[in-house]
């Protein structure tokens, strides 16, 4: 059976890395997907990204990651760029508003 990111959570080098709430991971897709498809080592984590298109919890997930400044793999379907934009169009509509 692979690695789950949140298996990996009970290893020394992951405890900076924040954790989804219990209550979003109880639904999280991910829960038993291998950890390279949400941080993989090069190239695009498609395989990864179909699974979170159809995460119930993808919307929470994406803004505990923006919330939360996390820089590291794919949170809510998106990668660490895309959430770069996200942020930045999130503050330019804030501002429209
Ligand atoms: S959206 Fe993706 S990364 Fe977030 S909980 Fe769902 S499957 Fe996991």
Known sequence: ?????????????????????????????????????????KGMPAIGKRLCAQCDV???????ALTNGVHFGLWGGMTERERHSERQRRKVQKNLE
Request: charged share 35%; with cysteine; aromatic share 18%.
């Open 58 to 64: 993808r919307e929470e997930c994406l803004d505990f």
């Open 1 to 41: 059976m692979p690695i789950s990111r949140f298996d990996a959570y009970s290893f020394d080098d992951w405890r900076p890395y924040p954790r989804l709430p219990d209550h979003l991971e109880a639904d999280a897709l991910c829960r038993s997907a291998p950890i390279d498809w949400f941080f993989p080592r």
